[in-house]
């Protein structure tokens, strides 16, 4: 009987099940950080909007004139300004019911850093 050459059916399975056990750990890490991403592309439209947006009250001393800038990809704004207050919010289409808001005006508690819930 000559030489074989090869794997053995045992050397292919623990191959195997090391490179599922390996994707199955990787994979939900993989899906966290994807979410990571979006939610920081929604705190830092709303960064620019406030920057923006105190800028846009420097010039006319009214909120109530200032439109949202252009949103990231995949993040939809909306921003709600007075004479002396505003509030914007973000929303990401791959992470749903997901909001991120920040306010500014005498009757907000909140700061000009957003909060996501």
């Known amino acids: 009987m000559g030489e074989r050459r090869g794997f053995t059916m045992t050397e292919l399975l623990i ?3 090391i490179i599922g056990i390996l994707a199955a750990i990787s994979v ?8 990571q991403a979006y ?3 929604m705190k830092g439209d ?3 909007i406030v920057s923006a947006a105190e800028a846009h009250f420097a010039d006319a001393r009214t909120y ?3 439109a949202a800038p252009a949103a990231s990809s995949g993040v939809t704004l909306s921003f709600v300004g007075t004479v002396d207050s ?8 791959a992470v749903p019911g997901l ?5 500014r005006g005498p009757a907000t508690t909140q700061s000009t850093e957003p909060t996501c819930q």
């Not at 939900?28 to 979410?35: D, G, I, T, Y």
């Not at 505003?86 to 289409?93: E, G, K, L, R």
């Open 99 to 103: 909001v991120c808001t920040v306010a």
């Open 39 to 41: 939610v920081a592309a």
């Open 86 to 93: 505003w509030i914007a919010q973000a929303s990401h289409t």
């Open 28 to 35: 939900p890490r993989f899906a966290e950080s994807k979410r």
């Open 15 to 17: 191959v195997i099940i």
């Open 64 to 66: 109530a004139s200032y």
């Open 46 to 48: 709303l960064r620019n």
